[in-house]
């Protein structure tokens, strides 16, 4: 029976531990500080937490519903609102607790330090534990900018939000990434004028073109101001809060500057080994999630695949597996991707841009969902879904979406992306009325001018 070590409590270390343990290995988890790492305790759930309290209290303003007020205090408790998210996230702790707990795992909490491939100590207690197999699962931290040092107080990191006590009057947000259109939408809702500033051509960059220009126009429609194409060139602090001068000659005055330009490796446990790193200071691990030590794994934000939970969940159960005596190579080519901010916005395979670049012709099919009922009932019109098929062979090879419940149904797609399923058949799909999923069909027939529902032909 082998002995796994797994260093990082997250969704990669978490799951990696309960993997190796289900299929009969003996398991130490180590975590320095919470259960869940930074998707439970300071980023995916209290984030969606927040959002979705904030966006019941913003339908009952009138801002969705053009229907009579059923609230009367039109402010936001900020300390009930934490509590709420505190409450949320202490429960998901103890669940997660007493299921590894339940299944067989030791757990410590500790600051861990890789000695070789074999010893790991604890720097508390300076314990040497052993181990078969290391799986580094260590996730990330908010990337410093070093002229934009994190001060906690006025220029702070994602991580820093939760300690926040009062509302501020406005925040300047450096990132429009996932995680900074994420959090201009929470201090919107909260009353806070914010203004994103984005060092690329559009904001969220790293979406379908179509997907950018859309969230634009939503930010404009809620008085979410953005700069893009800038860098801020100087950064002055007064009583008054700090007075941010941009690239293009602008000067923005905000309560607080939140920097959300991304995520560095947490590796300083590893510094007595020779692994391998990459450009950006990621573990360099190969397509069985194995480092160039051997015996030692590494899965989730550290090795810089994908900086997402649901990537790691899977990267944590192949590592695991392989890491026990399996062989199994990781798959990336399906990832559905989701960010949840004016509305919520989901992708999976290739974007437009992209699939061109590749050499594919294609067709596209847009619908939005302004003509579908449901979306109506729930006040949620914005967005659209946008389709892709290779013209060639009529499969679909990307999917994008921005609009209500978003994350929810790109699945379908991501299925159809993964299977290769053609436009037609899923066209020929019958789906239940009424849903948002329509708005898929609806999308696939646009491709072949075929949509019932769709005007603009």
């Keep these: ?68 007020k059923f609230l009367n205090d039109e402010s936001v408790n900020i300390q009930a609102l934490m509590e709420k998210k505190d409450s949320v996230v202490e429960t998901q702790r103890k669940g997660l607790a007493m299921l590894l707990k339940t299944s067989g795992i030791r757990i410590i909490k500790d600051d861990a330090e890789l000695l070789d491939s074999k010893r790991i100590r604890l720097k508390q207690t300076s314990e040497i534990i052993s181990a078969d197999r290391v799986i580094i699962a260590t996730g990330s931290r908010p990337a410093e900018i070093p002229t934009l040092r994190f001060d906690g107080s006025r220029i702070i990191s994602s991580d820093d939000v939760w300690k926040i006590k009062e509302i501020p009057k406005s925040i300047a947000i450096l990132g429009a990434g996932a995680i900074g259109v994420e959090f201009a939408w929470i201090f919107s809702l909260l009353g806070s004028k914010v203004t994103l500033i984005e060092l690329m051509p559009r904001i969220l960059p790293m979406e379908d073109e179509e997907i950018s220009v859309a969230l634009e126009r939503l930010f404009k429609k809620r008085k979410i101001d953005f700069h893009t194409d800038v860098k801020i060139e100087d950064l002055k602090k007064n009583d008054e809060g700090l007075e941010i001068l941009l690239s293009n000659g602008k000067k923005i005055v905000s309560s607080l500057l939140l920097v959300a330009v991304g995520r560095a490796y947490n590796t300083e446990l590893t510094k007595n080994l020779e692994l391998k790193f990459g450009k950006k200071g990621e573990v360099v691990v190969d397509d069985y999630l194995r480092t160039n030590i051997e015996d030692i794994y590494a899965v989730g934000d550290i090795n810089g695949k994908w900086l ?150």
Excluded: W
Aim: glycine residues 8%; contains cysteine; hydrophobic residues 40%.
């Design 308 to 457: 997402l939970a649901h990537v790691a969940y899977k990267e944590g159960e192949i590592a695991a597996k392989n890491a026990t005596g399996s062989n199994i190579v990781m798959d990336y080519s399906v990832i559905p991707s989701t960010i949840f901010t004016v509305s919520e916005v989901a992708s999976v395979g290739l974007k437009e841009k992209e699939a061109s670049e590749k050499g594919f012709k294609i067709k596209k099919g847009i619908f939005p969902f302004r003509a579908i009922g449901k979306a109506h009932a729930i006040g949620e019109i914005d967005g659209f879904v946008k389709v892709i098929t290779d013209s060639a062979t009529d499969t679909i090879i990307g999917a994008h979406i921005i609009g209500p419940k978003a994350s929810e149904i790109i699945h379908e797609l991501s299925l159809a992306v993964k299977l290769k399923v053609k436009a037609k058949e899923l066209k020929e799909l019958i789906h239940s009325h009424p849903t948002l999923s329509e708005c898929i069909a609806e999308a696939v027939a646009d491709i072949y001018g075929e949509a019932i529902h769709k005007l603009d032909r």
């Design 1 to 68: 029976m082998k002995n796994i070590v797994v260093i990082g409590g997250g969704p990669a270390g978490y799951v990696s531990a309960l993997t190796a343990r289900r299929v009969g290995a003996n398991v130490t988890l180590i975590e320095r500080d919470e259960l869940g790492g930074t998707c439970l305790n300071r980023g995916c759930i209290p984030t969606k937490t927040i959002i979705h309290s904030l966006e019941i209290f913003d339908k009952s303003k009138n801002l969705k519903f053009d229907s009579k």
